[in-house]
Nanobody, 116 residues
């Protein structure tokens, strides 16, 4: 079983920065790739960024390219999302996801609020 715990969300003014973390635990953690998704109120969950665990290849949604950076610390089994230049359209619950053995595991999410 894999457990994912997100943290780092909060309230930040437009133009500000936040760093989200996702700590993975469990004896069977063996991720192929991890990613961040977000779900705003009344909207569907959408892809934000993805990173392959071993090679570190990264992929971003167009809406966050140049502003967000995904990274991982393999020694700590922790995923990060550095979010800069936050915009009023970025508020959402941010979830991390781990892909392994053909399955997806999700965390419970962390809330990011950007007052308009």
């Amino acid at each position: 079983q894999v457990q994912l715990d997100e943290s780092g969300g909060g309230l930040v003014q437009a133009g500000g920065s936040l760093r989200l973390s996702c700590a993975a635990s469990g004896r069977t953690f063996n991720s192929y790739a991890m990613g961040w998704f977000r779900q705003a109120l009344g909207k569907e969950r959408e892809f934000v960024a993805r990173i392959t665990w071993l090679a570190g290849s990264t992929y971003y949604a167009d809406s966050v390219k140049g502003r967000f950076t995904i990274s991982r610390d393999k020694a700590k089994n922790t995923l990060y999302l550095q979010m800069n230049s936050l915009k009023p359209e970025d508020p959402a619950v941010y979830y991390c996801r781990s892909e392994q053995d053909g399955k997806s595991y999700w965390g419970k999410g962390t809330l990011v609020t950007v007052p308009s």
